[in-house]
């Protein structure tokens, strides 16, 4: 019965011949549920076990969003600069590289337009990878850009927030663009070309305070995080104890900043169905 005992003791495999487990292969949502990578792309990145939203940026939006993710990017080069020649720890144009480098991005926002269930629409998108998502001065322009182009060939537009705010390092700079792309998306509503704000986890800071939260409809995924200043901001500056559930979208709704919660499942019929409702065309399926 020697054929399952095992001859040398110890293991003989050598070092540079051991295999480790390919990284990347399974999720972890914070409620502490598992999920293959597979299976929660195929889910549109939603934890199966929780309905946990994990965080995906413009590359996973488009292909949601987009038919047979097909579209035209708009603006793809535009790139930040350092007017303020802005140093902390890091120099701002050594933040840029790394950034672009680790991301494949150019800055913290894409534009495109593609057709939707067969009709055109502008998407601007939010990268949280890129330096946090913050907006300076190439998200405002590229916004306004994005709204120029749906403003003259009339299709509408939609903006994806995933933000932590404005980007310190282009001071007012940054702050500008929030008057910005506020003044770019009054010219939509003037030529009755609908807005979708979309709210994803987190968008808060600059961002929540301009375009975020200028939509025909602001909508949100469900539990995401949108507010403007901190919890503990909030609470130091009012003096009181903030209520459960405080700056989720859930409690958003409630309080009536947003007009519904999708999951990102029923994403790209919702807000199509609301641009066929809205624009009186035929309702599609």
């Known amino acids: 019965m ?35 990578t597979e299976e929660l792309e195929k889910n549109f990145y ?8 994990v965080r995906i940026g413009s590359k996973e939006y488009f292909e949601i969003l987009f038919d047979n993710n097909e579209f035209k990017e708009l603006d793809k080069n535009l790139t930040s600069k350092d007017p303020l020649k802005f140093e902390d720890k890091k120099k701002y144009t050594d933040r840029l590289k790394e950034a672009q480098e680790k991301t494949g991005l150019k800055d913290a926002v894409r534009t495109a337009v ?4 067969g009709e055109d629409i502008v998407i601007a998108c939010m ?20 709204a120029d182009y749906s403003l003259k060939n009339n299709i509408p537009f939609m903006i994806i927030s995933k933000s932590g705010g404005a980007r310190m390092m282009e001071a007012a700079l940054s702050l500008m663009q929030l008057a910005k792309t506020s003044a770019k998306l009054a010219q ?25 939260m200028l939509g025909d409809i602001n909508i949100s995924e469900p539990g995401a995080l949108i507010g403007f200043a901190g919890p503990r901001v909030v609470r130091d500056t009012t003096g009181k104890e903030l209520p459960e559930g405080f700056q989720t979208s859930e409690f958003l709704q409630e309080h009536g900043f947003l007009d519904f919660i999708t999951p990102r499942q029923e994403l790209k019929n919702k807000i199509n169905l609301y641009l066929d409702l809205i624009l009186n065309r035929a309702v599609r399926a």
Not at 8 to 32: F, N, R, V
Not at 188 to 206: E, F, H, Q, R, V
């Open 2 to 36: 020697a054929w399952f005992k095992r001859k040398d003791k110890g293991i003989q495999t050598p070092t540079e011949e051991k295999k480790d487990t390919p990284k990347g292969l399974w999720y972890k949502s914070p409620t502490g549920k598992i999920v293959d």
């Open 46 to 53: 939603i934890s199966p076990e929780d309905g946990y939203h």
């Open 114 to 117: 593609g057709k939707s269930k």
């Open 127 to 146: 990268d949280f990878r890129f330096i946090g998502g913050s907006m300076g001065s190439v998200v405002g322009e590229k916004i306004a850009r994005a």
């Open 188 to 212: 939509l509503a003037d030529a009755g070309i609908p807005y979708i704000s979309l709210c994803t986890d987190p968008t808060t800071g600059g961002t929540t305070a301009s375009f975020a």
